[in-house]
């Protein structure tokens, strides 16, 4: 087969790589003139960061397995995490189960009931009677008001916006596995979680991984816009795309797009409209982010939670307690981050407006922080960054076969109960050009 993919995201280069591997030469075509989509970089001190944080987890297995197969296993660190949580004024400790008995927004009582909770959750293998739930409904009956308030409101609310209370409960279940699977074994291993992070950034893997596609005969396009899927008689056909200032079409026997959701039918005339409408009807938050490089650290943790809505960001990611500040010149890393509507006021500020609304509220989680610790900063959006999952929502999940025959579709509202990432993309790559391996030989 020659395969056309939209996209040199994860999922897209997962894919053609796979293909490649059994013999199938795919040319991707990428509009953004770099790799790794979501997970893109960009350079502080010379070294590439993403343009909005990212590590793995110990459940990642797909990546891990892929970046084995790369040759650049070895370049995956673990590192033990760090978690904050903003609430009441300070920042509360919460990296292991003892922090919880020590976190004062909750009476003694409270502590003791979400620290069950939160075990019963992380041991529970039975999601799917989850789906029939919101996260706030369950949470309200099971967990309780207090804790409600005083957690997980302000969490869902942080992450989803005004669309916190259609969260299906599987999603949040789905949280609580994921951060089970990543404590590593032993006695140690139970009360510590680990991530990974590629030494010398997500953008290694990707650029790996797209020399390995053009060595098993693809091609990897940068700059390279799709404008239309090629549609004779029924069957997928080829691609119009936009390469060097020059619109060409190009044949191919199958394509794969790895678009969000509402792309596609902008792409493909013919969707019948039962699958357009399962589409369409996706809502997507946009992940905006500031990202400061300082003179010195703003907090211990790597990860902080902010649980305190007259914050006007959802969380502080500090990289560089992660990994340290020498791989960036000596800059401290902070990510101020959160995930919005586009008609969001927020959303809509350009970088100056965006930082000055978020400056003055550095002090309440430092008190020393000045501004003279700010080197620079910078402002990037990611849009269809976070699908929100809603009640019942595998039985809305588009199919990876659209009803367009030689048409695939891989992208991260197909990623569920998981949430997404680049593990999961990964995964769903490889597995649908399985899918279309074996809907060329039939
Ligand atoms: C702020 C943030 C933090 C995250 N943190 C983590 C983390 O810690 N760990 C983790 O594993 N994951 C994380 N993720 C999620 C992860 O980045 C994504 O799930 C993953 O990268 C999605 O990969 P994808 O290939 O499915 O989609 P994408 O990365 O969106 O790739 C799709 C590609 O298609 C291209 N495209 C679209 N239209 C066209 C067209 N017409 N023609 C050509 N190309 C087109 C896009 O430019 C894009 O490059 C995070 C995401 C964000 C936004």
Redesign the pocket.
């Known amino acids: 087969m020659k395969v056309g993919v ?7 280069l997962a894919a053609a790589y796979e293909l490649g591997l059994h013999g199938h030469a795919c040319d991707v ?4 003139p770099f790799l ?4 893109s970089t960009f350079e502080v001190g010379g070294t590439p960061v993403e343009r ?5 987890f110990r459940s ?1 297995t797909a990546m891990v397995q892929l970046m084995e197969e790369l040759g650049i296993g070895d370049r995956l660190k673990w590192i033990d995490s760090n978690v904050g949580y903003f609430a009441e004024g300070r920042v509360w400790r919460f990296t292991g189960p003892f922090d919880l008995l020590r976190f004062r927004p909750l009476s003694p009582l409270d502590r003791v009931r979400l620290g069950l909770l939160t075990l019963s959750l992380q041991r529970r293998k039975e999601w799917r009677s989850l789906e029939r739930w919101t996260a706030a409904e369950w949470l309200l009956e099971h967990a309780g008001e207090s804790i409600y308030r005083a957690v997980f409101e302000p969490m869902l609310r942080g992450k989803f916006g005004a669309y916190y209370g259609q969260v299906s409960m599987a999603w949040l279940w789905n949280k609580f596995a994921l951060r089970t699977a990543s404590r590593g074994k032993g006695l140690r291993g139970r009360f510590k979680e680990q991530l990974g992070y590629p030494v010398g950034s997500f953008e290694e893997i990707f650029t790996v991984l797209a020399e390995r596609v053009e060595s098993l005969g693809g091609a990897v396009h940068l700059g ?3 404008r239309r899927v090629v549609v004779e008689e029924g069957r997928a056909a080829g691609l119009e795309v936009q390469l060097g200032g020059e619109a060409e079409t190009r044949s191919y026997d199958a394509v794969l797009a ?3 959701s509402y ?1 596609l039918p902008r ?1 493909v005339d013919g969707l019948p409209d039962d699958y357009t409408e399962m589409l369409t009807d996706k809502v997507y938050l946009s ?1 905006v ?1 500031i990202v400061m490089v300082l003179e010195r650290p703003l907090s211990p943790h790597y990860w902080m939670y902010v649980g305190d809505r007259s914050m006007p960001f959802l969380g502080v990611i500090e990289h560089t307690n992660f990994m340290p500040a020498e791989h960036y010149g000596g800059g401290h890393v902070v990510y101020l ?1 959160n995930y919005l509507d586009r008609d969001d006021r927020l959303y809509k500020m350009d970088a100056a407006e965006l930082y000055a609304e978020y400056l003055p509220h550095l002090r309440r989680i430092n008190p020393a922080f000045d501004e003279s610790w700010v080197r620079e900063y910078h402002h990037h959006k ?1 849009d ?2 976070q699908p929100i999952v809603t009640r019942g929502y595998s039985e809305r999940i588009p199919a990876h076969r659209t009803p367009i025959p030689g048409l695939y579709l ?3 509202t197909q990623i569920y109960p998981e949430d ?6 990964v995964r769903m790559g490889r597995q649908v050009a399985r899918l279309m391996m074996e809907d060329g030989a039939g």
């Open positions: 939209i996209g040199a995201g994860a999922a897209g075509f990428e509009a953004a790794g989509g979501q997970a909005g944080y990212h590590h793995l990642d390279a816009g799709v790895t678009v969000p792309v792409l992940a982010l981050t990611v269809a960054a891989a992208n991260t997404r990432g680049t593990n999961y993309s």
